[in-house]
């Protein structure tokens, strides 16, 4: 059985591809949305998904959420005595979907198509397969967010065609996608984006405005408060968007004491704009590379939690002169796209073959110094190779010469980016090869640059004067690990203990139970007393009792919640 | 163009959008990307190549095929159009602020400028604005690296490739009123995890003046160009 995933900053979900079309799989809570949250008990023991969220709050030093924006990195997070790498998160988070689809099918779970988001680099995407090697499942495609949702979208009509935009405003991450759907092909015509910039920027900005309008420093808040407030925040700014605008009020526990800070759409929309400004030249961006008027769209669709920020529409209709769409519930949008891929992948006999096209969403090249015929070298120029939103896979070759002649050795960088300085762009590696000495218009470099569907670079160097070709290894991106050291990680991760998810409800009234004892003093007593009969219960170990005694808990913890 | 790309998608060179597109799709199912690399990227290839042959002959906009939807339009207000762009009054209003303005205050304005707020619209004006600019007292290295960020002018690609020799004049212009050349090699940095940046040693004489020239002669040749 292949599923399909959708390993978000915030939230992840799972889906397989059923007769009837794509189906997401609930967790063990019966919800469907599983926060992308780790966190670590006394005895060391991890805990995934939503008992870990009110863990933030009660214990955040012990507590991780927001992992997917380290991918590509060699961060380490520091949970209890554990030290675990971005890759190892989203494995666990991974294997906690897994679980849950393996108790939904009774059978076990070996392959998957991962959504990552389309502006992703290499160093990221190769993070994000090791995440589903430690995971220990195979990662048969990694398919670009926009394009899942579309797959979602474009599905519904069966025999429609057209083309689309799709403006994807996840957690952590910004895409934006030009797509067309033609006689049984998907094509990918231009994507662009901004792997910084999701609903969590958003909530920073209005916890920076309430901290700053309170006039509380934020270096003085404790791990906890911090993670209360933005709790609240993060409820504040959903109201905001449901709401007509109206103000919303927000009550905090600063230092001790209750603060009370309101705020309204339009203040919203005024603390976001430098934000919202940043979506500005990605859109721009895209339309320009697929080359295409707004009048040509057919639809313009929004999908990620954080697209339902009304100020994300009102941009949209600012620049394209018309109305986006919300289409599918925002959140599962692209969870049901990678299903579907999942399905397609299988080659499920009820699904029409589409043939999916996608672009490379970087230029990728190398550096080069040219003369300006004055004598003046100007050094550290890029000269792309692949251009960015060429159809992939794809394979380019351009020709170089030496600075000078009777050079025998020649160097290439190789690097990422859009900057026409390489500075600023990413570098992927180097490659070095010797050539024979001669003059150097008579000594050219071919260097060849093969980008695949998966989007891994090849680079080949061919000498022209002796026909000698290079075959380059790109050295290892100091944020992606080696073969072995995943071998390593694999066998430490599977001496971690896990609560399993039969335990997930015991540990989410638990945890809820002690973030109400952080969050209100009135209630602490009671709370505390509850706890300790629940835990009197559990090392009962009758099912029955168990059951019936935390659904009281549970109900009790509502009441209590709803006096807040 | 030769007409192999007809050949190999077995169209008439008159064929439209349509036709080329349903000859690309039959020919995919038999060379899918994943299994056939090398046969996709010269169907791709062909593909692409009459595509574009259609729009340079100018015929018609690509029509896309139109289909309903049972999706809800968000609700909002309708879209405004920007005013008419006249580049004689925005060059007067740009120096008169920059006298005053920091960099970052030149981009929030430009940002807020309502007539460029619709796709397109940066890249329909750019070559306007930055012509202007090179007969207009210098704005200092760090408004231009502004203007320049806000214009998309400072990523490679199309657009900066078609206007590469006015935006290279328009940095040195900006560089004979001031010496700092760092300020116009950084990038213009509105995240905090984008890196910077590099020395430079870059020295600026009498040649510039020549390469300015040169460049004054280029805006004619090309003025009548595409």
């Given at each position: 059985m ?9 939230h ?5 591809h ?6 997401l799989?609930?967790?063990?809570l ?27 709050i009660?214990?955040?030093e012990?507590?991780v959420?927001s992992?997917?924006r ?6 380490v997070?520091?949970?209890?005595k ?10 666990l ?7 849950d ?8 779970v ?8 389309a ?21 048969e495609r990694?398919?670009n ?20 935009l799709?403006?994807d ?5 910004f895409d934006?996608s030009?797509?067309?759907m ?9 994507s ?14 209005l ?7 309170l ?36 009550e905090?526990?600063l ?5 009370r ?7 919203f ?6 934000l ?12 320009r590379?697929?080359?295409l ?6 639809d313009i669709?929004?999908?990620g ?15 394209f002169?018309r109305?986006p ?29 589409i ?5 490379c ?16 070298v100007t ?15 794809v394979s ?11 050079q025998t050795q ?10 026409p ?26 260097i ?6 998966n989007g ?11 026909g000698?070709?290079h075959?380059?290894?790109l ?9 072995d ?38 209630a ?6 509850a706890?300790?009969r ?12 168990i059951?019936e ?16 | 163009m ?21 000859a690309?799709a039959r020919?995919l ?5 994943e ?16 595509l ?45 602020l920059?006298?005053?303005?920091s ?5 929030r304005?430009?940002?807020a ?20 600019l090179?007969?207009?007292?210098a ?9 320049l960020?806000?214009l ?8 900066r ?7 290279s ?28 940046s ?16 040169g ?12």
């Open positions: 292949i599923v399909g995933i959708d390993l978000g900053t915030t992840s979900l799972i889906g397989y059923g007769p009837d079309g794509p189906v799989i609930p967790n063990a019966g919800e469907l949305l599983t926060p992308s949250v780790i966190s670590v008990d006394a005895d060391d023991t991890l805990i995934v998904g939503r008992p870990a969220v009110d863990r933030l009660t214990h955040p012990r507590s959420a992992f997917k380290w991918m590509g990195t060699n961060r997070t520091r949970l209890g554990h030290a675990l790498r971005p890759e190892e998160l989203s494995a988070v991974l294997r906690a979907l897994v679980a689809a393996e108790s939904h099918f009774g059978a076990s070996t392959e998957a198509v991962i959504s990552v988001p502006y992703f680099g290499d160093a990221q995407r190769k993070a994000t397969r090791i995440a589903g090697e430690l995971a220990g499942i195979k990662v990694l398919i967010e926009p394009t899942a949702a579309a797959m979602a979208y474009g599905l519904q009509q069966r025999d429609g065609g057209g083309r689309f799709v403006f405003l996840g957690g952590g991450t934006v030009i797509l067309e033609f006689d049984g092909v998907m094509e990918v015509h231009a662009a984006g901004d792997n910084f910039l999701g609903g969590e920027d958003f909530l920073s900005a916890r920076d405005a309430c901290l700053r309008e006039e509380v420093e934020a270096k003085k808040l404790t791990a906890s408060e911090d993670a209360m407030l933005r709790r609240r925040l993060e409820s504040a700014k959903r109201e905001l968007s449901n709401t007509s605008g109206g103000p919303v009020d927000v905090i526990l230092g001790g004491e209750s603060r800070w309101q705020i309204d759409e339009a203040g929309s005024r603390l976001c704009e430098p919202v400004q940043r979506m500005r030249a990605p859109l721009e961006r895209a339309m590379d697929a080359r008027a707004p009048g040509q769209l057919d669709v929004l999908v939690g954080a697209s339902r920020m009304p100020l994300t529409a009102r941009l949209v209709s600012r620049m002169g109305l769409l919300r289409h599918i519930n925002p959140d599962e949008a692209i969870a049901l796209g990678a299903a579907v891929a999942a399905g397609m992948k299988a080659r499920d006999e009820s699904l029409e073959e043939i999916l096209t996608d672009v969403p970087h230029s990728l090249g190398v550096d080069t110094a040219q003369d300006d015929g004055h004598g003046q050094t550290g120029l890029f000269s792309p190779i692949i251009h960015r939103n060429a159809t992939v896979p380019r070759v351009e020709r170089y010469q030496p600075m000078r002649d009777q020649v160097e290439f960088n190789i690097y990422q980016g859009e900057s300085r390489v500075e600023n762009n990413v570098k992927l590696g180097t490659i070095s090869v010797k050539v024979p000495a001669r003059a150097a218009h008579e000594n050219p470099v071919d060849r640059f093969t980008y695949d569907v891994l670079l090849q680079v080949e160097a061919t000498i022209v004067a002796t000698q070709t075959e380059v290894v050295q290892q991106n100091p944020g992606v690990l080696t073969q050291e995943i071998r390593q990680r694999l066998a430490a991760l599977s001496e971690l203990k896990v609560h399993p998810r039969d335990q997930q409800e015991n540990l989410l009234v638990i945890a809820r139970a002690e973030r109400l004892y952080e969050e209100l003093l009135w602490r007593r009671d709370l505390q007393d706890l300790v629940f835990r009197t219960v559990l090392d009962g170990q009758d099912p029955l009792q059951r005694h935390r659904a009281d808990f549970a109900r009790m913890l509502e009441s209590i919640e709803a006096q807040g | 030769s007409d192999w790309p007809y050949a190999l998608l077995d169209i008439d060179e008159d064929s439209d959008e349509r036709t080329i597109k349903r690309y020919l199912k038999l060379h899918r990307p299994d056939d690399p090398e046969g996709f990227q010269l169907i791709n290839e062909a593909y692409q190549l009459c574009h042959q259609l729009d340079a002959g100018g015929s018609n906009a690509p029509q896309g095929i139109g289909f309903d939807t049972p999706a809800t339009h968000v609700s909002e207000p309708a879209p405004v159009v920007g005013p008419a762009f006249n580049v004689g009054t925005f060059i007067a209003a740009l120096l008169d920059s006298q005053t303005a960099g970052r205050d030149i981009l304005w430009l940002q400028h309502p007539a460029f707020y619709s796709i397109g619209a940066r890249e329909t004006f750019a070559h306007e604005i930055i012509n202007a090179l007969r207009a007292p704005l200092p290295p760090r408004h231009v690296a502004a203007v960020h806000f998309g002018l400072d990523t490679a690609g199309p657009a490739a078609r206007l590469e020799s006015y935006v004049a328009l940095e040195r212009y900006a560089h004979m009123t001031l010496e700092d050349a760092e300020a116009i090699r950084k990038p213009y940095v509105e995240s905090p995890l984008s890196s910077s590099g020395r430079l040693g870059w020295s600026f004489g009498a040649a510039i003046w020549m390469a300015l020239l460049v004054v002669s280029l805006t004619r040749c090309s003025g009548g160009g595409p």
